[in-house]
């Protein structure tokens, strides 16, 4: 596994300077917990990771610089906070996630998938967790395809420590019952803090939202050769 490289200046959109002003979702204030969380459990990176990151990899993907449409698709909200085991936000860390289009199908050279490429739909998007451990993103509701459920990528990295990927599926997804990696859980708990129900958005532009909020277990430091 590689080692996670910061990624460098996201650019600004409408959509992220308002992002603050909604107040990402409503997650605000520190909760602490008596005993510790439930970790995210952790799950393949995946072989449709970008070869290339895109030059437009903001958190808004259903937006492509330099085009005038927009993605295919439900659009979708996805946000959430990134906390310790303990509860404590943690703020500075980089998430990214990647995803098919609303077609089915990566933006990626070797997904040899017949469903179309979608030009307006970025397929990759990345942001830093802000003060409150909070993040956001604005993509498109993902789409089952065959063999695995529907489902969002997440790498996230911590300075110091090797980068964690996971992934997020969507509450009542008939296909949820048969993904080889859903079921290769077999705690349940663990099993349900990576299925999201998705609602009514509140923020104008979207469809749906959804929150997914990632605790990060005690991951040993580690240190270059």
């Known amino acids: 596994m590689q080692r996670y490289r910061s990624p460098s200046p996201l650019p600004r959109r409408a ?3 308002t992002s603050a002003a909604v107040g990402l979702l409503g997650l605000t204030g520190v909760r602490f917990a008596q005993a510790e969380l439930q970790a995210t459990p952790a799950q393949m990176q995946g072989p449709f990771y970008p070869l290339t990151l895109p030059l437009d990899r903001d958190n808004d993907l259903v937006t492509v610089a330099g085009r005038s449409g927009t ?3 439900t659009i979708t909200d996805v946000a959430g ?3 310790d085991a303990d509860g404590r936000p943690m703020a500075g860390v980089a998430v990214e996630i990647w995803q098919v289009n609303g077609h089915g199908r990566y933006h990626h050279p070797h997904d040899e998938s017949s469903a179309p490429v979608d030009p307006n739909f ?3 998007g990345q942001t830093v967790t802000d003060a409150q451990g909070a993040y956001r993103f604005r993509t498109v509701k993902p789409v089952a395809y065959p063999g695995r459920a529907p489902h969002i990528h997440f790498g996230l990295g911590v300075p110091g420590q090797a980068p964690f990927y996971t992934q997020m599926y969507l509450a009542g997804a008939p296909e949820n019952a ?3 990696l859903l079921r290769a859980l077999r705690d ?3 099993r349900d803090s990576l299925v999201v129900a998705l609602t009514p958005s509140p923020h104008a532009g979207s469809a749906l ?3 997914f909020d990632i605790v990060l277990g005690r991951t040993p430091v580690t240190r270059e050769p």
Do not use: E, K, M, N
């Open 188 to 190: 349940r708990r663990a």
């Open 122 to 124: 970025q397929g990759y």
């Open 15 to 17: 959509f992220l300077r």
């Open 209 to 211: 939202a959804g929150r």
């Open 81 to 83: 906070r990134v906390t």
């Open 71 to 73: 993605a295919f698709g």
């Open 178 to 180: 048969s993904d080889f």
